[in-house]
């Protein structure tokens, strides 16, 4: 059974820092993208950052020059840095793993950018 756990989620003040993980077990295949999304309440979840397996890398636009997503793919395990934090960054973020015709989710971390 394949599993993502999340790390490091947590309170930071606007303008800190914070580095979310997320780590595959159970998976005896490989991934072909490893990405980040967040979601508020009564909103849909929404991709923040995607990195594939060839080494591109996509942003949202609220992100861009702030966040910076790694991966590494034999070891199945991704990370979302997350720089100058501002409250609207607040939410509860998921990590998303996926094959050519699977995905898989990781159980969300709450992040809360707050003074």
């Known amino acids: 059974q394949v599993q993502l756990v999340e790390s490091g989620g947590g309170s930071v003040q606007p303008g800190g820092s914070l580095t979310l993980s997320c780590a595959a077990s159970?998976?005896?295949?490989?991934?072909?993208?490893m990405a980040w999304y967040r979601q508020t309440p009564g909103n849909e979840r929404e991709l923040v950052a995607r990195?594939?397996?060839?080494?591109?890398?996509t942003y949202a636009d609220t992100v861009k020059g702030r966040f910076a997503i790694s991966a590494n793919f034999a070891s199945k395990a991704s990370w979302l840095l997350m720089n100058r934090l501002k409250s609207e960054d607040t939410a509860v973020y998921y990590c998303?793993?996926?094959?050519?015709?699977?995905?898989?989710w990781g159980q969300g971390t709450q992040v809360t950018v707050s003074s």
């Open positions: 990195f594939t397996h060839l080494g591109i890398s």
């Open positions: 159970g998976a005896p295949f490989s991934f072909l993208t």
């Open positions: 998303n793993f996926a094959t050519d015709s699977r995905d898989f």
